[in-house]
């Protein structure tokens, strides 16, 4: 069983940053990649960004610019750094994980609201 514990979601002004941590756990054979997408009311899941197991990162066309990918292997954990936050990046954020194997991996999500 893989586990995905998020942190660092809540409630930052217009303008502001924020940084989400994922950790994953458990038996996990190989990550293909980790990353985060994000759910908005009303609105499909849509990816935020992810890291593949080469460190290459992508960005979803929404935060390029603004957002930064980074992982620590040691650690097994994912860091998303967000700034100049604007009211339309209120969601749930969901981490994910890729394994080679065993397939695709999600949290429980983290709430993060923008107010303006």
């Known amino acids: 069983q893989v586990r995905l514990e998020e942190s660092g979601g809540g409630l930052v002004q217009a303008g502001g940053s924020l940084r989400l941590s994922c950790a994953a756990s458990?038996?996990?054979?190989?990550?293909?990649?980790m990353g985060w997408y994000r759910q908005a009311p009303g609105k499909q899941r849509e990816l935020v960004a992810l890291?593949?197991?080469?460190?290459?990162?992508t960005y979803g066309d929404s935060v390029k610019g603004r957002a930064t990918i980074s992982r620590d292997i040691t650690k097994g954990t994912v860091y998303l750094q967000m700034d100049i936050l604007r009211p339309e990046d209120t969601a749930v954020y969901y981490c994910?994980?890729?394994?080679?194997?065993?397939?695709?991996?999600w949290g429980q999500g983290t709430q993060v609201t923008v107010s303006s």
């Open positions: 994910t994980l890729r394994d080679t194997w065993k397939g695709d991996y």
């Open positions: 458990g038996s996990i054979y190989s990550i293909d990649d």
């Open positions: 890291i593949n197991k080469h460190d290459i990162p």
